[in-house]
């Protein structure tokens, strides 16, 4: 997922851990200090986990023959203070891995989280993540597997969809290139010309016109080849409304183009998707960025629950093993699976 | 900064950037436009601008002689909607880099400007930024360079401090080791004997005893090698109150350990912070994680002001140069520096 | 102000009377008591005092010699529960019109009110009442006689023009009449053709495109002869925004159209004339409509506070007449004016 | 409806009318332009339809031949933006009529809208229009007239009656009358012995004394002849309450005059009204004076949605016919109605 | 129950009556009027009458043969207005008694009142009342008395006890002891040793150190003999938790002291106890104390109803007896009881 | 202040007493400990301090040669935690009377601060306590004389006024003696004619009539003898308003009665006092009841901070003494007082 990190497993114990992790480490090593412990991680309020994908990786690495893990499976919504992943190995081999594997934890199962939300409000119409460019671009093709993770339909980064296994990024046009063209009807026809075929014909229809206009113009121009338009009106216009989209639709309908979508884009957040949504809005896709891309992280915690086999935590925890049924046993990787006893 | 990446510039203009520019620039390119566009960027939102020093190191790669760029200087304070960047350039020398130019910004600059806040409202005590774990671990190490930038005076990882220009990455000590010694003196004391002299001596001081108690177990058992605890206390016990710090300090006092300070840590945040501040808490320093690495994003936006020189913009824009007086000139590198005429 | 009333006193006095007010005529004339009674009329909020020119009107007819009235001016800022009236006359010659004059003074001053809040709000800016279409056709005028009374420096209808002393009707062009030409530019055109000089050429800019795109059609179309557009975005477009009218302003000027004045109208009131002025919105006149016409009546009451020489009134209210040093003696029409003694 | 107007249609579509719709008229007969259109009205928020009884009388007079006319029915409920009237007639016959038609039906139905709230809220018990004084006399009548097709049982001005289709107008007794008298008592014996039978006895009990004490000594002087007492206590004595009416109820029980009435006024609203009903106040009926007078009108507009047979209308608004399956014909007055194809 | 007042009847109708009462009097008196009056009691709001017990004492005293008396049961819970005594006796063996009637039941209903919320939200679990403390002496049992009518199972002081017929009072131990003691365990120890066997063995576990700790060495010190643990945590440690009693819950099981019970106090209310209920919190029982201490009297109001036979009562209130069918006939004791005809 | 409990002391250490109080001293008797404390008590909020006339008392018959005392003044302003009382002595001289020591100051200081405020909010007109019927009759004259501690200027039962150091009680006339006699004037008269010179001639006028007509009645029949009326307009007539106090006032002074005082009473509250006087409405003084009465007691807490001459307290207070510079010292009552070194 992060080909450019020559060695994951080095850089999550090294340069981007924690620097007190590292003096545990060299405190404890000194006194020959290095019991087994059990670890349980959760997270501080309900969401969809996002980000074990790659912490399995990291820990599989990390874990030698004898150690244990339990976890449960990229995607699944969880509960506040649900266990999501245990761990019962030498304190050596986890201790400095424990700001990498929450952080992942952290950003991916926010970013899905959030997507979730947008989804479930979209009711069905399909949600494309366009939120690269809200966050460091570090990031910002892991941020689109989440949303993908999350129950968008698509990305826009060529490495986001790889990373989500999608067959290619979306993308319409941006205003940049109707800009250059200085004409939008120009643009569509060269981007029509330009474009292989498995590019959908969509075509942002408010760079210099009102929307109605511009799109019934790009209508007319490109006939049965045009896929949809896009509206992104800016918030200096009003942002797109419900009527809007229905009188776009209105107009093309009457005009006979009732093949061609509508794709919205622009602020759209859960609870303006719920409300367009709500107002019966002939939207086909939604665009969102912000909304998913700027979704706070979740807090997730790791815990040492037992010592040498004995039940201890810090104050505040309860000692022991927490009850979590849901955990399915990651390694070793034996035929039987379960929780363990 | 990312010396992980091999090339950053491709990196920004290929996997990492809208599908929809590589899609502009095929077609302008086989229409043969490349006409020199002025492309202004600015913020949706008031705050600390940080992410710049990477944005303008991948700038100058892209352009060429006789491109110009002006900009403002990272750590500045912006204003809603003030341009922090002008470049002139053959538009295909730039188009592919929005998404990673823009997130660079809206990433770096939400941190930036969160730990502004937590800085101000500490009025003068110091804060580390202590939230790597999170955010994405391959982010964590920048999000604390814009801790840093925004006015924070450590952090926690090595690459963090690396990228800040600090000595060294800051921390004390975390539960887990104190855990597996089991008692917190006995773990104070290895930690004394182990790390080198320039590690600072600050002990965790809530992992299995009130607080007030173990503060005061821990200065009997290390005496002037002492230079501080920290109070982490968790939500389940009421997190670290104004009462708590004052009653440790006293009773530290009381007992001669006057040297002694205070770093408090756990959901640390600017409100709480300026509470403690005002209630006169008597903090040496504050740990924070969330209330920096959870911060929003800012928006960002790129709009081309001009094409071949005419003024041209999108619907809702100006056209034109917007006034900047503040920018400044950054290529072609010149002695004589000044915002465009 | 009302010509089509044959006869205003007797229709105040008649078909547009409380019954009981009637009543009350016949039982004391059948009684034969008529005592000379003192009745004041009073608010019962803030506001501008408007209708009192008629009142006065109707008052001067229905009274004799040796009556008397004392009364504040029209278009006076008044207090709530000041005196704005007092009459000494015997009962039956203003007991049947209490209901025709509170309501003069009612509607008049909850109009004139209104208009003094949003001509407030302009700060300077010309603003025009177009609320006609709001209220019903016997009243249109009357309204906007109270909306200048408040402040305003046009009216829409001829009538209303006529009761305000105005030279003549403000109005551009309707929506209808764009639409019947289907074109703004060729409605604009003929507009200008055919109207007397007097008829300032302010187009509506706003029916078919972009209101930007279409006032730069118009302005260049017409060039020195218009004078300005109107803006009067439907709310399915977001209405007028303090960045429209911006926007619109920097591209005329631009253009070298500097001339050309900008004319705001649609769901404008006070609070939004606010945020336009706060804002710096060059807006040359607001077209103000709902907010004035459809503003609340201020409630009057008419209280008898002596009967035959006596104080006398009902309870919850104080007997005797109320100080009221501001106001103006009207009848009998003596040099020496003055409150009575 | 308006007796008093000399020619209704011109003065609608003369003094009264928006000046640019005359300007309209003018430049589009100088140009020769006079297509059929057809026109939609709708109001912008859900009520009571008012307002269309007198707009069908203008609009009758003002069409010829071969036009059509589409409405609902006086006192109809309506929907937000449903249609209420259509019409397709050349434009000339229609276009200036457009301020009066659309001022009659918004100040009507935000009249009519009010009523029925609050005879919704007495649930059963009659509402009587007392407002006359809270609106300019012009409209006095009208406002009583759409308060009855709104619910109410009656009203207080002889035109408004007359309007109403109803026997004749309600009235009790003005406080001005017994202040003459000097005594409610006196007051009610020569009211008694001097109205024609038809008169309802209802005497006002709040002048002078306590409420408690003068119905009593009003029902013991008047006995069977007593039809009921008003009760009008003012503000300034804390209004009428709900406890109030009870002891009244209770004591002209407890004294044998249980056929006397209680009717209730001052201040009340709907939601007075609705406090009343829920706490079991016997009241028999409640004078509404403000709560109806004062609502402010429906804002209702006209669009174009078709010129010479085309769909055609304006920005925001979705050109050709709107499904409105409730309208019905009106013109030409044929057997056969329907909504249009 | 309040055995230190000489002769209460005495008090309730001298020093303790307000003045007014004995001037009305002696006032009446003289005049020689002194008939019979029935008199009846209610409540301004609803609750748990309280206070009845001692009221029904000190009447009994002052009433005579032939006197009448009517009266709800102490601990009935009551509405607002409902008539909770009814008094038909010569006026001057009850008028200098109003003072204290009303401020027995004002008091006593106000405390049972709010001990009856806290034990309802308790929803089974025992509260015990601890509020002495926060009442004037005098009344520190009587409150007591009135919360074991509202519900509570316990009470702290020895009179209260008695009061409310409980074998004895309730109570742990206080800070006190164990500081001058300066250790917990021997605190308990000392106190296991000299109390008698029927105090229970709840030892107080928030003196010096963490909760959880010293519960569990208190636990092991005392083993068997160890009935609970009261948890009391101070507001400077952010009072007890719901997860606190959790841990502490989980650790003492774990240890093997299950039979040992956790007490809470500190600053619960009913809302807090019914969070604490709602989230599975462990409690044992409740130790309330402000929160039935500081509960606001219930006002309560006397009233004539009939004066020598006949309906009479002041403005405001309906003459004549209310109706009330609960009322139970007290005197004279009848075998055959009933509310008045 | 409580004479009828025969021996305070022993009440308070005894059956008033927490029961965990004398367990504790068991205990620590059977252990033969004894130490020397200092304890120190302090409110949870700001107000008056109320009760420590009797704290005093109870304590100097606690203490002993030898044993140290410092406080602060009965009525003085205290703020949040502020120390109040400070005493050093054996345990076993105080333990016990924690309870109730706490309790004097936590009701009567809850009385006075609410009478502080109603007196404040009073700004200079007279307040009188009317509350005893709100309280329990066992307290009702401690809260009149916290109420004069807090500013009232008079009290309503004998008792109360003695403890209070007033002349007298203060009390005008109840509505049941108007009731017996039946009407307001006939009471009036025989009240004057038999009360001692010295009672204040204040006719309660709102029994049977309405205020105005009942106050002029009064006034007319008693002339120069008549002292004041007081309104106490019960809720169901909307209670006294400002509106009621001005039109008396009015009536009276115009008939010639300005000697004639108006006192206000019913419901009266701070924020109502405070709205009479921002209003300017005429009143001589103010009953109040409830508003004083119901004033919930302040929490005080009393801590052990020294055993022994070492600083040693409970988790959460700061050990040692408390910085209180107003404390005075009481005892040893010597000549040069000071807060302890």
Redesign the interface.
Known sequence: M?P???DLLE??R????????Q??A???S??G?D?T?T?EYFADRAGVLC?MRDVLGVMSRALAGGDELWALEEGASIAAREVVMRVRAP?SRI?RL???V???L???S?WATAAREVVTAAAGRRVIS?G???????????MEYAAVVGGCAGC????GA?LAGLA???????????????DTVR?AR??D???PDD?LRIVLA?????E??ESLRVAEAMGARLRGVRLD???????V?V??V??VR??LD?AGHGHVGIFVSGGMDAERVRQFVAAGAPVDSFGVG?AI??A??I??T?D?KE?AGV??????????LTEAPRLRRVLPAATGAGSPA
Not at 206 to 210: I, Q
Not at 311 to 320: A, E, V, Y
């Open positions: 992060t450019y990190i020559p850089y999550c090294g340069p981007a851990c924690d620097v007190y992790f003096r545990a060299d405190t404890l000194a006194e200090l019991p412990v670890m980000g304190y201790g424990e700001t990498a929450l952080g992942m952290a950003s991916c926010g366009f690269a460019r809200h966050v460091h671009p570090l990031v910002g093709p892991v826009a980064t060529p490495m790889e290619g990024p979306s993308g319409t046009m941006p205003h940049a290139m109707i800009l250059v063209f200085g643009a060269a981007f010309e330009h474009m590019v408010d760079t210099f016109k009102d109605a206009e009106t800016p918030w200096e216009r009003g942002r409304t009527e809007l229905k009188e209105a107009r009457q912000m891309a700027a706070p992280p807090g997730f790791a040492i010592v039940s201890r935590t810090k104050r505040g925890r309860i000692p022991g």
